[in-house]
């Protein structure tokens, strides 16, 4: 395949099905059906867009998935930008978050100038204030410590209790790994949550002066640097939509794809017919020699783009894929509308953190005190809590919608340190989600790296979303591109998962 002729009309010849349609999904499909592929994407649910979704709450669209993307890396303003959004990107209020659990029921700003929550200076105001002069004392002993092991320490949380002590793991940094990765700081791998700072360890001989080094030259903080979208994230997914339409993808929802079967040298997805809830109508054929009843959807190549339970149990059958068990965090988002004008000064910056153990919910983001849009949007004031994390069930999940809503005022009337009553509460949404495992927990790239490197091997087969490329559309979208890009070259130079 020589020709650029030719090379254009065997790409319009090649059939793409992409298996889920929330942003990893939409984005494969978009970099597919830009060179002229036949695209169909299949969504389980009846909408598109998977955890980036919205929902009217007392009259207001909201956010009640993903609210924001990480400007790392620069690749989500960069999708943004190419569906002709840029001018909705929206910086947020940079009056900060909170960390509440603190002795006596204390709460305070997040000191700025940290990694993760380590700080640079122990004594300095911000940071005294959080950890208290014991803590401070403890910490500054990272200065006088033998670098023992330095440079080889991989669990986070190990690393800060040896050289700081538990004042800056307990009330600094825990907070940041559990608000903003959902897992503990024992759990975190150093090296991959923050690039760059055993090696500072290595060279500065203590834990602060990395941190201090790494903030005085280029800034490395990961999850701090975000931005938003002006009306919301949702507005991305129909942008997607509305782009992939006028390419003349095949947007399907509805349709849960059931198994991944040979068809010749091809591929056919088994699509269940539709329950309206997204839900497969019937149990999967046990034996996939048996032809499966439901519709089948040809392709010379598969990209599932699911959540990770969904694609080992796709992908299994067809590689070497292990079906293994998943192990994610549950976690619940109740959005709160409260009338209350002693919220106006915002009184906790743009949200909490919370020390792990000392409230029922574990984060609290004061979405109109966060973003302009949402205050001119309404007079109200919008809380978003989350409850649940790894290894902790959210504390709502057995609780039937109205209690988990009294349950989320209580809590945010103790976050925001502010008396909420029933009455005050206008209205609630409530939403459940499985997390995927971020990125960085000890462990996880060995998983990633063993999930591809099994799919890879079998022509014709893709994988993408949040469980491979980490939590965060900042690293969903490159790497959703970067995998799309791989099918793209397989299919049509690499003659595998060619048209025939
Ligand atoms: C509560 C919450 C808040 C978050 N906030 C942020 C944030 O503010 N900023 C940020 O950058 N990231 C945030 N994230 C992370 C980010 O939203 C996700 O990493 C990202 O959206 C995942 O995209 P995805 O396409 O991989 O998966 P998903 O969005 O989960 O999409 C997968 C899709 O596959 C579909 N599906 C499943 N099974 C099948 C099947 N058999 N057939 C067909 N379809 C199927 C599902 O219905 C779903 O639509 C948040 C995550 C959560 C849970």
Redesign the pocket.
């Known amino acids: 395949m020589t020709d650029a002729a030719d090379l254009v009309a065997h790409a319009h010849d090649t059939r793409i099905v992409v298996?889920?349609?929330?942003?990893?999904?939409?984005v494969a499909a978009l970099e597919c059906a830009k060179v002229g592929m036949q695209v169909t994407v299949?969504?389980?649910?009846d909408r598109?867009?998977?955890?980036?979704r919205s929902a009217e709450v007392d009259g207001v669209s909201v956010?009640v998935?993903?609210?924001?993307?990480?400007t790392r890396g620069g690749t989500?303003a960069a999708l943004v930008t190419e569906l002709g959004l840029q001018h909705a990107i929206v910086a947020p209020d940079a009056a900060g978050a909170w960390v509440a659990g603190l002795p006596g029921g204390a709460a305070a700003p997040l000191p700025a100038g940290g990694i993760l929550g380590i700080p640079a200076n122990p004594f300095s105001d911000d940071v005294r204030r959080v950890i208290g002069w014991r803590g401070a004392w403890r910490a500054y002993l990272d200065r006088l410590r033998p670098p023992l092991t330095i440079g080889h320490e991989r669990s986070l949380g190990a690393l800060v209790r040896r050289r700081m002590g538990q004042a800056v793991l307990d009330r600094l940094v825990a907070p940041v790994t559990t608000g903003v990765y959902s897992a503990r700081p024992d759990d975190i791998d150093v090296d991959l949550a923050a690039p760059g700072l055993n090696n500072a360890l290595t060279r500065t001989g203590s834990l602060q002066g990395a941190v201090a080094q790494l903030r005085g030259g280029r800034a490395v903080v990961p999850g701090q640097a975000?931005q938003g979208l002006d009306g919301g994230?949702t507005r991305l997914v129909d942008a997607l939509v509305e782009r992939l339409t006028d390419l003349g993808v095949e947007l399907r929802v509805g349709?849960?794809?059931?198994e991944i079967v040979r068809d010749g040298d091809a591929w056919a997805v088994v699509v269940d017919p539709a329950t309206g809830d997204?839900s497969?109508a019937a149990p999967a054929a046990a034996d996939s020699a048996t032809p499966a009843p439901g519709d089948r959807v040809p392709a010379h190549a598969v990209i599932v783009?699911?959540?990770e339970a969904?694609a080992r149990?796709?992908l299994a059958p067809v590689s070497s894929l292990d079906p293994g068990s998943v192990t994610a965090p549950v976690?619940e988002?109740v959005t709160l509308v409260v009338d209350a004008p002693e919220l106006d000064v915002a009184p906790r910056g743009t949200g909490v953190l919370t020390v792990p153990g000392s409230h029922t919910a574990k984060a609290l983001t004061h979405a109109t005190a966060k973003w302009q849009w949402l205050r001119e949007a309404t007079p109200h004031h919008i809380l978003r809590v989350?409850f649940g994390a790894q290894g902790e069930a959210p504390a709502t999940e057995a609780l039937d919608d109205d209690a988990a809503a009294a349950l989320a005022l209580s809590e945010a009337a103790a976050l925001l340190g502010v008396p909420l009553q029933p009455s005050q509460l206008r209205a609630s949404h409530r939403?459940r989600?499985v997390?995927?495992q971020p990125a960085a927990v000890i462990g996880r790239a060995a998983v990633s790296a063993a999930g591809r490197a099994a799919v890879h091997a079998v022509p014709g087969l893709a994988v993408?979303?949040?469980?491979l490329?980490?939590?965060?559309?900042?690293?969903?979208v490159p790497d959703?591109i970067a995998e799309a890009e791989r099918v793209r070259r397989e299919a049509l130079w690499g003659g595998s998962v060619a048209a025939d």
């Open positions: 298996v889920g349609g929330g942003v990893a999904g939409l299949l969504e389980a649910s598109l867009g998977g955890v980036v956010d998935g993903a609210e924001s993307f990480a989500v975000v994230m349709a849960p794809a059931r997204g497969p783009a699911t959540p969904q149990h796709l976690v988002i989350s939403e989600y997390q995927s993408v979303g949040a469980w490329s980490g939590t965060g559309l900042a690293q969903v959703a």
